[in-house]
């Protein structure tokens, strides 16, 4: 392992979420040897945590007209080059009769400056267009929001890196950055799994860690000054808008319902929290409160309907001035030169920004790193689709030929794309479903295993939707487990993994504990603890640890 | 009208699904054909995917039989069958075919069959009529089409029955179905004679309607609910004259106490408490002490009771059974509850029929060891199914208790007086 990764790369990126993803594939596009390295897996971070929102920028039009352009520039990009991840929906942004009408006029004026399209429509047609708007709404406006699936967007630029050469390492972690006098030459990285130690070689560093990245600036002996701000949300069982829902009026807590795939989301609350709880951040009873009221006002059958779980993630901000909210502060990209900034050479932060902006992002780092380099090859990647979004999948050209495919081939057409081609369908048993809630078959899963860098229960579900259905993975755990086992891990891993995956469903779940979620959060208990008894590997292992 | 086509919300609680998948377990469907992907997956599961996007709808649903067993197996109370008929109305074939057409509209095809009963049950029984309907129809050669009457039931009853009826002090009112009016009179009749022996007159609705249930099966939505407004407004007439609505069939009453409602969004909740099974009617009316049987004493029979699928939907099946052990000389067999699977026209669709016996196999087995002449249940079509397949005669339990009372006797405990 340590040989193979002896040679020296033209750049080290740090960190699997959007923004490290867009960039390792920027700069494998432009012909650069790319080692693209990320602690856990791709797209855990912020990027797998927020609303999956294709912003319009609508949202910031009015406090923040520069992101507002980016926004939808980058959305109109987003919409040819990753078509498989994104959902064309619309957006609403609704005024409720406790609003100001008279927002209305400032929001259209503002993004019309910023270049959205946004048209004020009579509220009856708001309602025509999605039924589900809260039926007193005043005023509404059509703005062009959408849905990204930004776990399919990451695992589409990783894939594409390595297409064009890159290496991809998840699972590895930076231990310490290798330093020769005021130049950063490499990375010292830890096989999380193996708990080996290698170093890397490299010519430019690119820190993009997101909020950890204040943690890989300090490991450089610069400092970052970072606000964490911590969102959450809660995932509805089901879709119950098919257009995005926001309230027209100065950004707050709870005042956008999206939805994702098969599910709604409404978002979020913003929470100042200190850097130690970043990792271990949980959903306060106090937010699910807030959430729900302020959702309901969106969308009323939020009420009844049931909720799947909540999580929450944190912004990485850069701090410019001592708003406790977080919220003010510019959300705009943030690009730094650490040789110009700190006098250290071969290091560059890029952070800041959100997911809509991670291409452009992307971009401005991969330009940063192609003059440190002498190369001057451009940027092309807001014109080459991603894999999965360059052809029609060859097995459903027309949606007459979609509706005749099996559940499980739908599944995987609609999360591939044109890599589904690539996902073979032989015998019953390929198509036999795994996942049964989020329709995901057993030759996915084997596709994920061996072309998309998932070695465990987890990336299966980020790869996938494997587990993130009604029911929490309370079907599919054990069965994944066994076609993961087949793929060569460890069984005994694997089990440990079946518990772990489990136990941080119910993580997700806890907040919102009650009626069905709860339900099915105590038959999953009973199921795989008192009929399989996983909760006995624990104590195998106690006992076998006390032994020795 | 409750619109649920425009609205994204599943109006059947399927969030409520905690996947267990026992519903599968009780699926006939599943065990035979694995091209169907079953109720879970068809109904709650299958139903957030088509919430994102209407393309996601699985052609497998066709194979849904509409037993509702899968509703009755669910311990969360999910519609599951009604979320898999919702879906099919919704997205499934937009023009049917002829056939299903011929097939659901059980009222009209009745209408003209009647008029020319003795040719067309001879023409249907022909081997090469019935091979000529299997190659430009698709409906199967193998399967034996029942017989039409030659005098409708309505027309019996207007001619002999209608004035008599009114002389009673109390009165029912008979939803007879298409069934009873144009193929089996008989079981009218029977009723009929059982109602007045305890008391009560029998009147009919004005312009009764099919009930609507081949039509629903077969995604014919717009004319079932035509034909579901006609028949409220008339249960709403009888309701407010004080009566009560009787049917013999278990899928009629099923359709117009709960399908009306949750497959075709119409509001039936004023007369929903007044539908009921003619057997269910009776049994209330003895346990109350309200009538008195009286049986012959000559009476014999050695019967299997068959549940039919939407009489265990309706969870009544307990009143036929009550109601038939009360005859002394009964010995009464119950079959273990499985579909026959004929539900209702699925069976005689050419690509349905290896499906439809397969599923009813078991059943016939049974039958045929049990070596009853007679097998008793309250569905029509599964009297045609397992008549076909078996070798036993098929009786509704009212016209086994027409046979098996004695009128004169019957008339003395209820106080029956001649008119």
Not at chain 1, 86 to 110: H, K, M, R
Not at chain 1, 416 to 426: L, T, V
């Amino acid at each position: 392992m340590a040989a193979k990764f002896s040679k020296e790369y033209d750049v080290i990126i740090i960190g699997g979420g959007a923004t490290g993803a867009g960039t390792a594939r920027d700069c494998a596009l432009r012909g650069l040897k790319v080692l693209l390295v990320e602690r856990k897996d791709f797209a855990t971070g912020a990027t797998g945590r927020n609303h999956g929102l294709l912003h319009s920028g609508a949202r910031y039009a009015v406090t923040d007209g520069e992101s507002a352009a980016e926004c939808i520039a980058e959305n109109m990009i987003l919409r040819r080059v990753a078509r498989h991840c994104v959902e064309e929906t619309e957006g609403l942004f609704i005024t409720l009769p406790e609003d100001d009408l008279s927002y209305q006029s400032l929001f259209i004026e503002s993004c019309r400056r910023a270049g959205i399209k946004a048209e004020a429509i009579d509220p009856r047609e708001a309602l025509r267009l999605e039924p589900s708007v809260n039926p007193t709404l005043i005023g509404a406006v059509k703005v062009p929001d959408g849905a990204v699936d930004p776990f399919r967007l990451v695992s589409a630029n990783v894939l594409d890196a390595r297409l064009h050469g890159a290496e991809v390492l998840n699972y590895h972690q930076v231990e310490s950055l290798l330093r020769e006098q005021d130049r950063i030459v490499g990375v010292e990285l830890r096989n999380l799994t193996t708990g080996e130690s290698m170093q890397v070689r490299s010519r430019v560093v690119v820190n993009a860690a997101g909020i950890w990245g204040a943690k890989i600036a300090e490991l450089a002996g610069v400092k970052l000054n970072m606000f964490p701000a911590k969102g959450s949300l809660l995932v509805f069982g089901h879709r119950i808008n098919n257009v995005v829902i926001n309230r027209c009026r100065k950004p707050a807590d709870a005042d956008i319902l999206v939805p994702g795939d098969t599910i709604s989301l409404i978002g979020t609350t913003s929470l100042r929290i200190p850097f130690e709880e970043v990792d271990k951040n949980v959903v306060t009873p106090e937010e699910v409160d807030v959430l729900l009221r302020e959702g309901a006002k969106l969308a009323p059958t939020l009420a009844t309907t049931r909720i799947l779980r909540a999580y929450s993630g944190v912004r990485p901000l850069v701090a410019a001035d001592n708003d406790p909210s977080g919220r003010s502060i510019s959300r705009g990209i943030v690009c730094l030169d650490h040789a110009e900034r700190d006098g250290l050479e071969g290091f560059v932060t890029i952070t800041g920004g959100k997911l809509m902006t991670y291409r452009l992002m992307a971009e401005w780092v991969t330009d940063l790193v192609c003059r440190k380099l002498g190369v001057s090859v451009g940027c092309t990647t807001a014109s080459t689709p991603l894999p999965g979004s360059k052809d029609v999948p060859s097995r459903a050209k027309s949606r007459k030929e979609f509706i005749s495919l099996g559940v499980g081939e739908k599944g995987a057409v609609g999360r591939h794309g044109d890599k589904a081609d690539e996902i073979g369908f032989a015998n019953s048993r390929d198509a036999a479903l795994v996942c049964e809630c989020e329709q995901v078959s057993v030759a996915e899963l084997r596709y994920a295993i061996q072309s998309l860098n998932a070695t465990k229960l987890v990336d299966l579900r980020r790869r996938t939707r494997l587990g993130m259905g009604t029911c929490q993975g309370h079907i599919c755990v054990m069965r994944a487990a066994g076609v993961l086992a087949e793929n060569n891990v460890n069984s005994t891993d694997v089990l440990d993994e079946a518990a772990s995956f489990i136990q941080e469903r119910w993580r997700g779940v806890k907040p919102v504990a009650w009626g069905d979620a709860l339900v099915e959060a105590q038959f999953t208990q009973w199921f795989y603890d008192g009929v399989c008894g996983l909760s006995e590997l624990d104590r195998q292992k106690t006992n076998q640890s006390e032994e020795k | 009208m409750k619109k649920y086509e425009d609205s994204n919300v599943s109006a059947n609680n399927f969030d409520q699904c905690t996947k267990c998948t026992i519903c599968t377990v009780y699926c006939p469907m599943l065990e035979v054909n694995p091209l169907y992907p079953g109720p879970k997956q068809s109904g709650p599961d299958g139903e957030r995917y088509r919430l994102k996007e209407p393309k996601y709808y699985d052609m497998g649903l066709k194979y849904c039989l509409n037993c509702k067993r899968c509703e009755v197996a669910c311990p969360s109370g999910v519609r599951i069958g009604d979320i898999i008929a919702l879906a099919k109305a919704k997205n499934g074939r937009k023009v049917p075919k002829l056939r299903d057409v011929m097939l659901a509209n059980t009222d009209f095809v009745g209408s003209v069959a009647t008029v020319v009963a003795p040719v067309v049950n001879t023409t249907l029984g022909l081997r090469p009529v019935k091979r000529v309907m299997d190659a430009t129809m698709a409906i199967d050669h193998r399967r034996t089409f029942p017989k039409y009457a030659s005098e409708k039931f309505t027309t019996w009853f207007r001619r002999n029955m209608a004035e008599s009826q009114k002389e009673f002090a109390k009165q029912v009112c008979y939803f007879h179905g298409c069934y009873a009016n144009y193929n089996y009179p008989q079981l009218g009749k029977d009723l009929v004679k059982v109602l007045n022996a305890v008391g009560y007159g029998v009147r009919l609705m004005e312009g009764e309607r099919c009930c609507g249930v081949a039509k629903i099966a077969s995604g014919l939505i717009g004319d079932a609910t035509r034909d579901a407004r006609r028949n409220l407004s008339e249960m709403r007439k009888a309701v407010a004259e004080g009566m009560e609505i009787v049917a013999t069939s278990s899928s009629c009453t099923f359709t117009l106490r709960d399908e009306y409602d949750h497959v075709l969004g119409l509001e039936n909740g004023d007369v929903r408490d007044s539908v009921s099974l003619a057997t269910r009617f009776l049994f209330r009316l003895v346990e109350s002490g309200e009538i008195r049987l009286a049986f012959r004493e000559d009476f014999r029979m050695r019967a299997a009771y068959h549940s039919a699928c939407h009489i265990e939907k309706l969870g009544w099946g307990i009143y036929s059974t009550s109601l038939l052990k009360m005859i002394p000389g009964m010995e009464l067999i119950m079959l273990p509850s499985q579909c026959c699977g004929i539900a209702g026209t699925f069976g005689f669709k050419k690509e349905n029929y290896d499906y439809s016996q397969a599923i009813g196999r078991p059943l016939f087995d049974r039958i045929e060891e049990l070596g009853v002449e007679i097998v008793a249940t309250d569905c029509e079509t599964c009297k045609w199914q397992i008549e076909m397949s078996t070798s036993a005669k098929v009786l509704n339990p009212i016209s086994i208790l027409a046979e098996a009372i004695d009128v004169e006797k019957t008339r003395e405990l209820n106080n029956v007086i001649d008119l």
